[in-house]
């Protein structure tokens, strides 16, 4: 599914126009980015939890060439689901 779909989906279901279902997706998915931006965490009951972790920094083995590497530290979103959407999928 992209993002077309979805937002078919979502006026499908909520009695929406496209445009406003375009509006409203891309309004959540810029309020948890800014929340995540900010160090937030997003918990969705139902349906899961997005957080920043943090990676450290590593040593890693360029492939090609078998030479050592440092990795550096970054930041990563980190997904969780929720029980209901685990039980869900799992069906």
């Known amino acids: 599914m992209n993002k077309t779909d ?6 499908d279901a909520a ?11 891309d309004a ?3 309020a948890i980015k800014d929340a995540l931006v900010a160090g937030e965490k997003v ?12 990676r450290p920094a590593r040593q ?4 090609a060439t078998g ?3 440092q990795i550096a530290a ?6 969780n689901p929720g029980a209901e959407f685990e ?3 799992n069906k």
């Not at 979805?6 to 006026?11: C, F, N, Q, S, Y």
């Not at 918990?43 to 943090?54: C, P």
């Open 6 to 11: 979805l937002v078919k989906k979502i006026a």
């Open 60 to 63: 890693g083995v360029n492939p």
């Open 28 to 30: 959540t998915t810029v």
């Open 15 to 25: 009695g929406l126009s496209a445009a406003d279902a375009k509006k409203a997706l």
């Open 87 to 89: 039980e869900a999928v």
């Open 43 to 54: 918990q969705l009951v139902g349906f899961g939890t997005f957080a920043v972790k943090e």
């Open 67 to 69: 030479d050592k590497i």
């Open 74 to 79: 970054k930041k990563v979103v980190k997904f």
